[in-house]
């Protein structure tokens, strides 16, 4: 088998699934290195007020709350504490 036939075949198998698996890495890398010029630059811009908070919180909720976070109150749930689930809930 010479070498154009082989070339011929490998570029019959590449798939798209193929292609983006061998460009993840230097899409990737190009990101990357955007969001790295992008950061240089913002840390040499200073603010226009000086900072004044000593502490801060941050809250990284990915899809909201959690219900035994809600404070809310639930009726239902009182009323079914102990039972049975009914089919109603299971459907």
């Known amino acids: 088998?010479?070498?154009l036939n082989w070339q011929s075949l490998?570029?019959?198998?590449q798939t798209?699934?193929?292609f983006f698996q061998q460009c993840q890495l230097g899409v990737g890398a190009l990101a990357l290195g955007?969001?790295?010029t992008q950061e240089s630059r913002a840390a040499s811009i200073q603010p226009h007020f000086p900072a004044r908070a000593k502490n801060v919180i941050f809250l990284f909720?990915?899809?909201g709350p959690s219900q035994l976070d809600l404070f809310d109150d639930k009726p239902k749930l009182r009323e079914l504490s102990g039972k049975v689930i009914?089919?109603?809930f299971v459907e």
Not at 10 to 13: F, G, K, V, Y
Request: aromatic share 6%.
């Open 1 to 3: 088998m010479d070498f």
């Open 10 to 13: 490998e570029l019959q198998r």
């Open 16 to 18: 798209r699934r193929h």
């Open 34 to 36: 955007s969001v790295m």
């Open 61 to 63: 909720m990915a899809g």
């Open 86 to 88: 009914p089919e109603s």
